[in-house]
């Protein structure tokens, strides 16, 4: 018999990554999507199979993390050997504004999740992944951040987490179940969420260069982030859940970078030469010099602050070290900073070519702008 694996949130960045490494690991795998007005599954639509057809390896089920009774049906359907609860509102900004909902979806939601196992009797097989966050250490006590680290959350989503870390400890030492926690340093990928500050940024050049967009508007330029890629973190998702004993893990590359430095490394991408000026609300940055694309002219400012992003409070800085995880679990990331910015500005540049063919062609195209 396969293993069989559940998905809280599968048609999210992590969740694609992670039912593409499952499914090619030979994985039944079944994932929870909630109802939407639209389509919600453009991430895993390449992996989707006929909903008619007898044999599936990859099965979605309606649900939400606020509602039990769809996640208790779910898990006493599909009844997982793991489970990898990726779902959450997962925008620490938009946190500040739906304090409420984050606190339900991402705390209480996991504590429904861990009910469900313990009230089905599902101890003993099921094994569950919990998406645990570098944001726990808010206003970091200690540098570089690791397992023992204390925390201080600094936002409604960090504090959600916060529950959702302990609650996950509390029912390990409690009725012994396998419940671990990811701590995860952020993660991105040409599949990043569109409001994220690096897709934003990647996204943004990319049309910034074809003319389609004339500036780039963010908020802190400061933060300090540790940044990897999400395909090489699903891994160690994964291989958290294959040791004899649940523990918890950090899982970083050990660098850190500033959103200025992305910036600048997504312009020369780009072929851009950048020159900072100005500090605080009045910070731009001007296009110095330009190598290969002609719709931007040297002179131009193309990123502008905007207030708009500020947080109530902000994390200035966040910095991992995952020697535990290379110690136990001989995983190291394998994409550098460099390569994920390319790769980014790559996917990026692909679909802003799209929309510019689409405009000289007639149509209008109408693009989201953070
Ligand atoms: P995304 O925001 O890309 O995906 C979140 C997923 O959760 C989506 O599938 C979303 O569905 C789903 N979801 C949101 N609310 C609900 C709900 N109420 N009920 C059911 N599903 C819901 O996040 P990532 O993939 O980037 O992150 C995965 C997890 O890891 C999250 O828990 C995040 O907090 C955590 N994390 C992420 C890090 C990162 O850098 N990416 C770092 C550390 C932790 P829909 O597609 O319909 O919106
Ligand atoms: P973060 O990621 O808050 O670290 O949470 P995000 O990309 O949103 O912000 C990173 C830093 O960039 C600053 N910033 C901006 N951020 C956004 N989104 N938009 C802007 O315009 C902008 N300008 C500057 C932010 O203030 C911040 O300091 C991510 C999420 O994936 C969480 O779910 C996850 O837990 C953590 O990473 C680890």
Redesign the pocket.
């Known amino acids: 018999m396969p293993k069989r694996a559940l998905i ?9 990554y992670l039912a593409e490494l499952l499914l090619d690991k030979g994985y039944e795998v079944h994932g ?3 109802r ?1 007005s639209m389509f ?2 453009a ?1 895993i639509d390449h992996l989707y199979q006929d909903p008619h057809q007898r044999q599936r390896n990859l099965v979605l089920h309606h ?5 039990s009774c769809s996640l208790t049906r779910i898990v006493q359907a599909v009844r997982p050997d793991e489970i990898y ?7 620490v900004g938009v946190s500040f504004e739906e304090p409420e ?1 984050t606190a ?3 705390a209480l ?1 996991t504590l429904r999740l861990l009910e469900a196992i313990r009230m089905l009797r599902l101890g003993n097989r099921t094994r569950l992944y919990q ?5 726990l250490y808010g206003m970091v006590q200690e540098t570089p951040q690791r397992e023992t680290t204390p925390f201080y959350p600094r936002s409604p ?1 960090a504090a959600a ?1 916060l529950y959702a870390y302990w609650i996950c400890v509390n029912y390990r030492e409690a009725y012994g179940m396998y419940a671990c926690n ?7 990928s040409p ?3 569109e409001t ?1 500050v690096t897709r934003k940024i990647t996204r943004a050049m990319a049309r910034i260069v074809l003319g389609l967009q004339d500036c780039l508007y963010l908020g802190n330029l400061s933060a300090r982030r540790d940044w990897g890629h ?1 395909r090489d ?1 699903v891994e160690m998702q994964w291989l958290m859940l294959q040791q004899e004993e649940p523990e918890d893990f950090v899982i970083a590359t050990g660098m850190q970078y500033s959103v200025r430095d992305f910036i600048d490394a997504a312009a020369r991408e780009l072929g851009l030469l950048l020159c900072w000026e100005g500090e605080g609300l009045h910070e731009t940055a001007t296009v110095l010099l330009s190598t290969v694309h002609d719709r931007v002219r040297p002179g131009q400012v193309i990123v502008r602050v905007d207030p708009r992003y500020f947080r109530p409070t902000e994390v200035d800085t966040l910095l991992g070290d995952p020697s535990k995880a290379a110690r136990r679990l001989g995983w190291a990331p394998r994409t550098t900073f460099a390569e994920l910015v390319a790769e980014m500005v790559e996917n990026d540049l692909k679909d802003a070519r799209r929309d510019a063919l689409m405009e000289e062609s007639g149509y209008a195209v109408y693009a989201c702008k953070e």
Do not use: P, W
């Open positions: 809280t949130g599968i048609t999210g960045q992590d969740g694609a929870i999507k909630r939407a919600n599954t991430r649900g939400d993390m606020t509602d609860n990726l779902a959450a509102q997962s925008h909902y339900n979806t991402d939601g998406a645990s966050t570098s944001e989503y987490k990811g701590i995860l340093f952020n993660h991105e599949r990043r969420g994220f999400a973190y």
